[in-house]
């Protein structure tokens, strides 16, 4: 179909573009990291889907995201790495060339940073939950909170594409986005690189806290302890 000669593309052809352009580069550099989407669905698990819930509450994107869902369901994200603070990917759009994106995130401030300690110590156990992929149901509070809440706030992310499009948020920085929530479902741990947040550091302040709390109750007496006398009397003993 046309239209004042534009031919439009579907996204059939866009995926086989885009498959063929990812076993173009994996020949030179067998690191490179899609996003292969098989089915409709992008994340199915609690991480991703909370980061998609949250990506989806940026108003003044909403016009966008829809064509980046579609985009990043096609395999358009054809490399997408995270590191601290910063998401690199190419995406394949309508031209030979990959367009490169950048998407930067504030690091967590300290309020944030200090709401997540308090609520890690002494849940160790919860944190172990954390750390191997599910979700402890008493972190979900300080997640979605919205003034301290951990995912970023669209004030706090900030991006960047080489296409030409001029709109603030186009459909490759939207699929990249996208394609992070189903990159959670697979690493979540990969959450807390990207918010600069020391996972070992939480770790450490759960299990310190834990032990202060242990020894501390240890020098307390409790009310279950039998004297001596009383065990004297229990007994029948002199």
């Known amino acids: 179909m046309s239209f004042y000669g534009y031919k439009s593309t579907s996204g059939a052809d866009i995926k086989v573009k885009a498959d063929k352009m990812i076993a173009k580069l994996q020949k030179k550099n067998p690191n490179l990291s899609p996003v292969i989407i098989e089915g409709r669905v992008i994340a199915k698990k609690w991480w991703g889907k909370?980061?998609?819930?949250?990506?989806?509450?940026?108003?003044?994107?909403?016009?966008?995201?829809?064509?980046?869902?579609?985009?990043v369901k096609n395999h358009t994200v054809i490399d997408l790495l995270i590191k601290e603070g910063v998401i690199d990917a190419l995406v394949m759009g309508s031209r030979a060339k990959p367009y490169e994106v950048r998407v930067q995130i504030n690091p967590l401030n300290q309020k944030k940073w200090k709401s997540l300690s308090q609520v890690c110590n002494q849940r160790i156990d919860s944190l172990d939950q954390l750390l191997s992929g599910e979700f402890p149901k008493e972190f979900e509070d300080i997640f979605y909170d919205f003034q301290y809440g951990l995912f970023p706030s669209q004030r706090e992310i900030w991006f960047d594409c080489s296409c030409p499009d001029v709109a603030s948020m186009c459909k490759h920085v939207a699929a990249v986005l996208y394609g992070v929530g189903h990159r959670l479902d697979e690493d979540p741990m990969m959450f807390f690189t990207l918010r600069g947040v020391d996972v070992n550091e939480l770790i450490k302040q759960s299990i310190e806290s834990k032990v202060d709390l242990m020894l501390t109750n240890a020098r307390k007496k409790s009310v279950r302890t039998i004297s001596d006398s009383d065990i004297k009397n229990l007994f029948g003993l002199e």
Do not use: P, T
């Open 50 to 71: 909370a980061w998609n819930d949250n990506l989806e509450s940026y108003a003044d994107f909403s016009n966008r995201l829809s064509r980046g869902k579609s985009y």
